[in-house]
């Protein structure tokens, strides 16, 4: 299980590398998703931890093709991935946003019957997707994604969404319209954004605190030890993991809270005013490369709550 310490992934296949290309203090508003381009997240790490006398660039991750997770930089310091951008009123992403490179060729072209990069690599053909950019420019050819590569952006998206309760995930090609076309189409950025946020009807629910005081702890059973002190009345959680009668979850806006909470005590949270707005922006909904079971607490809820009060 990912999480984040002192602004640092910490995990499973992740592991640090300073880059010098940093700017000033960070305090992130937005996820920004890109591909890098590139042979392999090798060179990407490397191009990106450079210094360059034509202009620097940086990012706070790099996300490979099997899974494996480099920081180039904690997500309290500016990172230089987005260049010339807008998004709404504001202007240069860079100083309020979290930079993701993933390991992706990106925009491929024919080649007689090959799909090739720009840097002279055919890519096979279940390497390959066939379709048109959101933004338009006909059918072509992209580098499509791995499997693990997506589900573990999903996992990166949820985890840095509800970390620093970022307002929104966003592609390059939505901040650099007409410059960048990455992650491009290959990329189900619609489905991931909907998850990682918490909205629509493939969104992992946030919840929210039903009672007074609810213990978080550190299994789900009464009998494990309590984390922290109980969580009060509203508090909101991201659901990591739910079984039958116990979630595993994220307090959100806590610094790195995450543990077991009795179903009884928690529900689905009511959409907040305004928060329906953006979906009119998402695009398309793909499918999230191999889907997660999410499942209901509902059976849990129907029990009666006497029975189980003594054991939150
Ligand atoms: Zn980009």
Not at 132 to 157: D, F, M, N
């Amino acid at each position: 299980m990912l999480r984040i310490e002192q602004h640092r992934l910490v995990g499973p296949g992740v592991s640090q590398q300073a880059t010098p290309n940093t700017g000033g203090a960070l305090r992130p508003r937005y996820l920004v998703l890109h591909y890098t381009a590139g042979r392999d997240a090798e060179s990407a790490v490397r191009s990106l931890c450079t210094r360059k006398p034509q202009g620097n660039a940086s990012a706070h991750l790099v996300l490979g093709r099997d899974g494996q997770i480099v920081q180039l930089a904690p997500f309290d310091v500016t990172t230089w991935h987005a260049g010339v951008s807008q998004w709404g009123n504001l202007i240069g992403l860079n100083s309020s946003s979290i930079g993701i490179e993933m390991d992706n060729a990106g925009l491929l072209h024919h080649e007689g019957e090959r799909c090739v990069a720009w840097f002279g690599r055919a890519y096979p053909r279940d390497e390959v997707v066939v379709a048109e950019h959101k933004h338009g420019g006909g059918t072509q050819p992209w580098h499509a994604y791995s499997e693990v590569q997506i589900e573990r952006a999903l996992a990166l998206c949820e985890l840095l969404v509800a970390h620093y309760g970022l307002e929104d995930v966003l592609g390059h090609e939505d901040i650099a319209r007409g410059r960048k076309v990455d992650p491009g189409p290959a990329f189900p950025l619609g489905a991931v954004r909907s998850r990682a946020l918490g909205r629509g009807s493939d969104a992992v629910p946030r919840m929210v605190v039903t009672v007074a005081s609810l213990n978080i702890r550190d299994g789900p059973g009464a009998e494990f030890a309590k984390l922290a002190p109980a969580l009060k009345r509203g508090t909101e959680l991201i659901v990591l993991r739910a079984l039958d009668r116990w979630s595993q979850v994220a307090v959100v806006g806590s610094s790195d809270l995450e543990g077991w909470v009795c179903n009884d005590f928690i529900e689905r949270q009511v959409a907040r005013r305004g928060e329906t707005a953006p979906l009119a922006r998402t695009q398309r909904q793909a499918p999230v490369a191999a889907r997660r079971t999410r499942p209901t607490t509902k059976s849990a809820r129907t029990r009666t709550r006497a029975a189980s009060a003594r054991q939150r």
